[in-house]
């Protein structure tokens, strides 16, 4: 395994524990281990991403909740409301929010929650898209490793995800929201093979 990820736990779904200074929970779901975060990320209020009963496992009086209102307000103690465009600085982190969009049935865009570019204490960047489609924001070099979705309700997304990487070019991106089982590899590889970075596939660990 690459060095950069070491630290970076995939627990399944689109949801992550990255063992950096701050320790950062990202959509912490269903876990099954009770320890405890400095910060929580959440992308949009989806059930599967924003669970009050999962976080209260792993927050302390000191740990930050950071996500977009309908989020926040879901939460009680030190809980931080933010939106696209928002950059804020937290133990140590610096997060700059960006937007989620995909495309309704109309092909309108429809707003999905934020995504979050990640720069640790050691200088480490690391961006969970949420669940976007391509955005303007996504710029060349803007990140170190990227998280990224590459199905939906069982819909498989491997090209438009694989657009995302190659036109950010993070140096590891790695693929989420996918089940993570044996006879989903092909799917995965498939979304391997258009990319043009190093792509590094993790086993959940929730």
């Known amino acids: 395994m690459n060095i950069l990820i070491k630290n970076i736990r995939w627990l399944g779904h689109e949801g992550f524990l990255i063992n950096e200074k701050p320790i950062t929970y990202i959509n912490p779901y269903k876990l099954g281990f009770p320890d405890i975060g400095d910060l929580v990320l959440i992308t949009n209020d989806q059930d599967n991403h924003c669970s009050p009963d999962d976080i209260k496992w792993i927050r302390k009086g000191s740990t930050i909740i950071i996500g977009p209102s309908e989020c926040a307000a879901k939460f009680q103690g030190d809980v931080r409301s933010v939106k696209p465009g928002d950059t804020i600085s937290a133990k140590g982190a610096s997060i700059a929010i960006l937007p989620a969009f995909k495309k309704g049935k109309d092909n309108k865009k429809e707003y999905q929650g934020v995504g979050f570019n990640i720069t640790f204490s050691n200088g480490l960047r690391v961006y969970h898209t949420g669940d976007t489609a391509l955005i303007p924001e996504m710029q060349s070099g803007m990140t ?30 790695i693929p989420m929201n996918w089940d993570g089982k044996k006879e989903s590899i092909s799917e995965v590889e498939g979304f391997v093979s258009l990319c043009n970075v190093n792509v590094e596939i993790l086993k959940p660990k929730p």
């Open 144 to 173: 170190d490793i990227l998280l990224i979705p590459i199905r939906e309700d069982l819909i498989s997304l491997t090209s438009e995800a694989a657009e995302i990487v190659n036109k950010i070019k993070p140096k590891i991106a």
